[in-house]
């Protein structure tokens, strides 16, 4: 089942470690609230020769909105210091499992980029298997790289309200669905509790299996049906800033479903202006 545009096991990358154009990257990423700090973990080891790519860094920071996807210009820059560019093959893993690298995926597939994957099971898998770690940092050497940023991978707050209102695109939430229904509060101060009307909740966790691996492709498409999604339609994925969404547009990708995009501001956008509706589970 490896598919180096979506999906790889640790043997396949272990298996891989070695070639010249395979580059590793550690995509890790926490809330605030989990009080974790994801490059003092990458320095304590880390997969042989993986970068770190920090997504709060790697961002537009024009944007007051968190973790905003970087503008292309930006991409590039990070990407040739880093010894990333053309003609290579990425695998992204994170410290959780699957979490955060497919923000990683999804960001290289929006600048054109489709030779990325992400390891199923991360690095909990890689390190319960015994497999190599090291915390040295890698040697890096410039690389070129050129892009071409696929707009249609994302939407903006304009996009959504339009799709909400004519119900064109299925819009999948991946929060929590205390906090989807608006019974739980938001992580981030000054947010309004619910979701985006006319909007489905698959909460980004039941998309694993036990061990953190993805679930099957036929366990992931029931998962989608039984949260009411049409999955004939276009898909629009959205969480609370963007990150899990990734979570939904892999799994998406995974079981055949090619139209869909993220909605990069998520909730910490759109519950922050009081013009734009919300639904609970009171309405």
Request: charged share 25%.
């Amino acid at each position: 089942m490896d598919d180096p545009k979506t999906l790889v096991s640790t043997d396949w990358l272990e298996a891989h470690l070695k070639d010249p154009d395979l580059r590793v990257l550690d995509g890790s990423w926490f809330l605030p609230t989990m009080a974790r700090d994801p490059k003092a973990e990458y320095a304590e080891g880390h997969i042989p020769g993986a970068r770190f790519f920090d997504i709060d860094e790697i961002a537009d920071s024009r944007s007051a909105l968190p973790h905003m996807a970087p503008p292309p210009e930006k991409f590039i820059s990070r990407m040739r210091a880093m010894g990333v560019g053309d003609g290579h093959q990425v695998v992204v893993y994170d410290t959780a499992g699957i979490f955060s690298a497919p923000r990683v995926w999804w960001t290289f597939r929006l600048m054109g980029k489709t030779d990325i994957a992400v390891l199923d099971g991360g690095l909990p898998k890689w390190k319960a298997e015994g497999r190599p770690l090291e915390d040295l940092p890698p040697v890096l050497r410039d690389r070129h790289i050129t892009v071409q940023r696929q707009a249609h991978l994302v939407k903006d707050v304009t996009q959504v309200a339009a799709a909400s209102k004519l119900g064109d695109w299925e819009i999948i939430d991946a929060r929590a669905p205390g906090r989807f229904n608006g019974v739980e509060p938001e992580p981030r101060p000054g947010l309004r509790m619910g979701h985006i009307p006319g909007s489905k909740n698959v909460h980004f966790a039941t998309l694993l299996n036990a061990d953190g691996t993805l679930k099957s492709p036929q366990a992931l498409r029931a998962l989608f049906e039984a949260a009411g999604v049409d999955l004939a339609k276009p898909a629009i994925c959205t969480c609370g800033s963007g990150v899990n969404a990734a979570m939904l547009a892999l799994a998406l990708e995974v079981i055949g479903h090619r139209n869909h995009a993220v909605y990069d501001g998520a909730w910490a956008e759109w519950g922050m202006y009081n013009d734009l509706k919300v639904a609970t589970s009171k309405n």
